[in-house]
């Protein structure tokens, strides 16, 4: 029992792996709450894209006119697919790094921006803030998954 | 070579990672075949978002007005981003959640819910089912989700 | 400090995964690159999603008819979220492929094929060029994920 146990933490005892598992874990955490925020939007909106989450609202015509776009809405839908769009990659990525034996201060220093960028993505997407307080934010994220994509291509390189 | 082989089945021979990669893969394929369903509606609902699909339906303006929007193909689209919002996170985070060694049985119960709750998610969106149902299925994987978020962070903590 | 550092690139230095990381990284960064791609076509077309990114554009009314869609920027969108839908369960399965202990010659196979049929896709999809290029591509891709899902139900299977 013991033994298997310890196989099984075996790489989560690793501390570049143990960060990348902390930092990633927030990310992804904090992707999923996009989830409750269009929903929050929805809700209060009352803006709904299916007619079945209109039924408690009323009947008929009186129903159908929940089914409708909300700028709040969308402004969270799209927040929440720029998420997918950069998180994803950063988790792939992220993993493969942690795996390839990087210094625990240059994983340490990659993990810690890309999630400090990406939260302040989100305020920057939902205030909204003025440009290019989003485009910037998106930019830092994007050039940290670059920088573990070339680290991961210089260690594992095998085609 | 036997060593080699032996090398890189370790993680797959542990239980728990086992139960993950067979939990993992069947929530992915799930997600895959939403592809195939949202096609079927394309074909036999002849909407279509490219020009270059409706090639071989006619010419010109003929061609034309089969570039539209249809609700089965939106609804279906709408049931595969969900999934994108969903099953993806609970890959990654379920990934490291059966890294940071988990008891088996524990996991398993994790696994088989957060499964369950997404196959019965697909059927409310697609049917479509009268609500909570869809809501339901979505906030029973979404605490699955965050279950084992929760737990990986209590065990890899590491800023 | 050697063996910790030994202990984590475990890994990476067996072949398989190398493969794995080399293609997978490759293929998700053709993905974050679609997002270039789009900003691209929202600059050169003018077609913005979000009110604060046309302020520079103009004032009132005048930045107001930058809010809108273009063919361009959504054939990009759309090539983006096919990528998000095909190669974020290329990523999952073919690292647990990769963990399952296949034989390098037919991971290889698998990764390269995957790999060569989504950048043709996203050539497909951007030139465009006629059906079935599109079609097949993604069909390519599509079949060679499901073969390593195949892969790893039959070694991993545990329910």
Redesign the interface.
Known sequence: RRG??A??????N??????F??????V??K??L??LITAYFRITRKAF??P??T??LGKGENAKKYLRTDPDVE?AR?G?LND???I??F???G??Y????PELSSALLHF?IFTGARILHTFAYLV????PS?GLSWGVG?AV??SM?YS??K?????
Request: charged share 15%; hydrophobic share 50%.
């Open positions: 298997e146990m196989k099984s933490t075996q790489l989560i690793n501390e570049v792996f143990q960060a598992a902390t930092y990633a874990a927030i992804l955490v992707m999923m996009m989830s894209a299916n079945e989450d039924a408690s402004r799209r929440h997918l769009e950069n994803v990659p988790f792939g990525i993993l493969l942690a795996l390839s034996g810690r909204p803030l003025p440009q989003r994007y998954t670059f994509a991961v291509l260690t594992a390189w095998l085609l």
